[in-house]
């Protein structure tokens, strides 16, 4: 199977459940980057359409980055980017990043300005806390890459690691066995979590602003001031 074709296949599975349970940001981002089936997008493109409207870029890397790397990035309003495209083997599962999950799981989430601040400000948190880099996964785990939203009345997702497989964004949006919180700071710090199996635990936040709200509450945390309530 062929790049271009591996891309469609990933992009088709995905289009149905998106117009279903993607949040409007997204759903607008992907209008936005100019993202589809047929064509697979160079970073260069990406960046024509999303610097000028959140900072954002789209920066090319080889895999994982170290944790202080990765956030220094996101600090400077760069998002590392892997721009391999998984095997025709791999459609199902992949436990590093690729340039699906990068781009139509992350990039366009980063054309709204208040989920791009947060990022960020997660980013800014990492540079003041190195020796709490455990503590800053797990809040980026649970809602950058897994996280719900409310709108409209309605669950949407906004969680990379949900948006880029239809496998992950189904089970969290319709199997009984999740459990979809509301979010609370302190029970995510505490969470462990697992990258090789679908997620039984997500949490809700109510806007991108709370959810920028939510960084800044995870700073005061882990700074040892005391929270308000």
């Not at 936005?32 to 047929?38: E, I, K, M, S």
């Not at 699906?100 to 054309?111: E, K, N, R």
Request: proline share 6%; hydrophobic share 40%; charged share 25%.
């Amino acid at each position: 199977m062929s790049k271009s074709a591996v891309w469609r296949t990933l992009f088709e599975r995905l289009q149905p459940l998106w117009s279903r349970y993607a949040n409007s940001s997204y759903l607008s981002g992907l209008r936005l980057l100019d993202l589809r089936a047929r064509h697979v997008p160079s970073l260069s493109e990406i960046n024509r359409f999303l610097a000028p409207r959140t900072g954002f870029r789209a920066v090319p890397v080889s895999g994982y980055l170290a944790a202080p790397d990765f956030f220094a990035h996101l600090r400077r309003r760069e998002f590392p980017t892997v721009p391999r495209l998984r095997s025709a083997e791999q459609l199902d599962y992949l436990p590093e990043p690729d340039l699906f999950h990068d781009v139509c799981g992350h990039v366009p989430m980063h054309a709204n300005p208040s989920f791009a601040n947060a990022l960020v400000r997660i980013g800014d948190c990492a540079s003041r806390h190195p020796d709490k880099l455990d503590e800053i996964a797990r809040f980026f785990w649970f809602t950058v890459e897994f996280g719900l939203m409310r709108e409209g009345g309605e669950l949407k997702a906004y969680g990379s690691g949900l948006l880029s497989s239809a496998a992950e964004l189904e089970h969290a949006m319709t199997c009984d066995a999740v459990e979809r919180r509301p979010f609370d700071l302190d029970e995510v710090l505490s969470q462990s979590f697992e990258i090789d199996r679908l997620q039984n635990r997500v949490y809700i936040v109510e806007s991108f602003e709370h959810l920028y709200g939510l960084a800044g509450r995870l700073e005061w945390r882990l700074s040892g001031r005391k929270l308000a309530a």
